[in-house]
Structure formats: C-alpha cells, structure tokens
C-alpha cells in the first residue's frame, strides 16, 4: 500500500478499503494541515477543516473523480472550507478577511491575540528557530488578502505547479503568479528587510 | 523597476520553483544575482520554503482516529444495510413461494391430497348428482306452495 499512488488509494477507498484512506491521512496531512495552518492562522480552526475536508471524503467518496490529482482535489476541498469559515467568521465579527480585528487593531496585535508571536527574548535551538520563523510566516502572510495567501500556501504545501493551481483556482496563470507577488513581497518585507 | 518590486520577480518566482524553461534558467539567474529586489525575493522563499517545510504540523491524533471511525461506520452501515435487504428479499420470495403452494393446494379438501384422479371425478359427479338432486327437492317444494297459494285465492 505504501507504494501505492493517492489516486490509487483514493480509488480503493472508494471500492470500500478503509485502509487506504489511513494511508492517505498519513501522506496528506502534515501539507494539507499546514495549508489550512496558513489560511486561518489557528490550529484549532485548522484541527477542525482538515476534518471537515477529509469527511467529506469520506461521507461521499464518489465525488472525486478518478483520472484527476487527488492532490489537486483535496486541496480545492479545503481551500473551499477556509473560505466558508472566513464568511461565517465575518458574520461573527472576529477577525476579517484582510487580517485585521474589526476594531481596528493592526495584525500585528491580532497575531499577537493569536498566538502567533512571543519567544522573541528566548534563545532558541535550532529547531525552536524554525517554529518561530514559521510563525513569523504566517503572521506576515495574514496581511494580505485570502487570495493571495492561498496561492502561496498551495505552491508550498500542496505540490502542484503553478499551471496546476492556475486550473484548480480557474484563474489565468497571469493572475496566479501576480498573487504569488504580493504574498512573497509580504514575506520579503517581514523575512529580509528587518534583517 | 521601483524600490518596491521589479518586472521580472514572477521569473524569478518560476525560476525557485522549477518552473521556468530551460531556455530562460541562465539569464533569470544572471538577473537576481545583479538585482537587489529578487535577490531578496529569492531569499525569502528559501527560508519560508526551510521553515515551513521542517515543521511537519500535524492534526490531532483524535481527529485522524475521528475520521477512520467514520469511514468504518459508513462501510458497516452500508454493509448492514446490504444484509437487511438481502434478508428481505429471500423473506418475501419465502412468502410469495408459500402462499402460491398454498393457495394451490386449497382448492383441494385435505383429504384430496391423495386421491386418484378417478376418485376425483367420482367425487365430483357425485357432488354434482346430489346438488341435482337438492334443487330438485327445492323446485319441488316451491312448486307445493304455488299450489297452495292458488288454492287459498
């Protein structure tokens, strides 16, 4: 099973094989919960659209289709739960698309809020490095629009090339790279400028 | 090209992913090395790509284990769903297979079951001689008392 493609699984899952879908957690959940880590910025919320994505899967599996990425498919699954979750957040008066708190406070506070930021006196290991570049990331990337974040996360997590998202997100690629532009700038801006 | 981003920063874009032709490797190298803006570009993508990569967040034990008892109890259901229609369906062929022997066997008297088919028709005949025999009686009788009528008028 392990050599197995995801398409492969997927279809095996399909046919009844449980096993396979616990195959195809194991492969897709460190991207595709780092995905939706990215988009809302809160494990929580990520914990509960990872599962709300993968039920999906599983309560009809017949709507993926055989012959497309399931990588592909999965990801426009979960990008379209951060986006529900987005509007119903809106509707709640918590924090809005743009990143910032309805009250006006700057996403720096409301990173803060989140617990994005806060080790910065320490002195980290390695590995406690990378966690708060992490967080730095996506802190900086909840600046820009939803849009924009989703491009970057999805070059970054999901494997699929440009051209590939493009189809997914049924936008030129023109738009796409553009979008990749702003959300990297926000990164260049956060990662290298205040160096 | 301004301070704030330059033309060829989606080139350069396509060029740390692996996306751009071959043909256009070389020169967009050439580019960044010499331009302050995607040499900074390319920059943050590498640490981004180091950071967000080596930190394998992960969901929940609870919610991978939440899913696959889902997917377990929609496979049982269906199957137990699957089991009770086959049930059904031999019942009611049990039923219908019944009810068609028996509603056969009935237009004969239990007694019948065993009969010959002479001993049948002998049967038959006589029922048929003996309901003769009572409409005869019964004309008979009806044919006294229209005597009877006539006579008392």
Known sequence: ?195 | MNEQNCQFEEKTILCFFGELPDSEIESAKKHISSCGICSKTARALMLADKALLSEKNMPARSTAAFILSQAENSGSTVSTFKKKALAFVFAAVIAIASFAVISGRGRFSAHLDTASVSDVQQLLELSFDSDIYMLEEELSALELSEDILESSF
């Not at chain 1, 995801?6 to 460190?30: P, V």
């Not at chain 1, 951060?82 to 506070?109: M, V």
């Open chain 1, 1 to 195: 099973m392990t050599d197995f493609t995801e398409e492969k699984l997927a279809a095996d899952f399909a046919k009844g094989k449980t096993e396979a879908l616990e195959e195809l957690i194991k492969r897709c959940q460190s991207d595709l919960f780092g995905f939706l880590l990215g988009m809302t910025g809160r494990k929580d919320i990520a914990d509960d659209l990872f599962q709300e994505t993968f039920l999906k899967f599983v309560r009809r599996p017949q709507l993926y289709k055989d012959g497309f990425k399931f990588r592909a498919w999965i990801f426009t699954v979960a990008k379209n739960a951060a986006y529900d979750y987005f509007r119903r957040e809106k509707t709640h008066n918590s924090i809005s698309l743009s990143g910032s708190f309805e009250d006006g406070s700057s996403d720096s506070e409301g990173a803060a809020v989140l617990g994005l930021r806060g080790l910065e006196n320490d002195q980290p290991d390695k590995r406690l490095e990378n966690e708060m570049l992490g967080e730095n990331i996506r802190a900086a990337l909840l600046s820009v629009s939803p849009e924009q974040r989703e491009v970057f996360y999805l070059r970054h997590y999901s494997g699929l090339s440009f051209k590939e998202i493009a189809a997914l997100l049924n936008e030129p690629i023109g738009t796409v790279l553009a979008r990749m532009s702003r959300a990297t700038a926000a990164l260049r801006k956060e990662l290298v400028d205040k160096d």
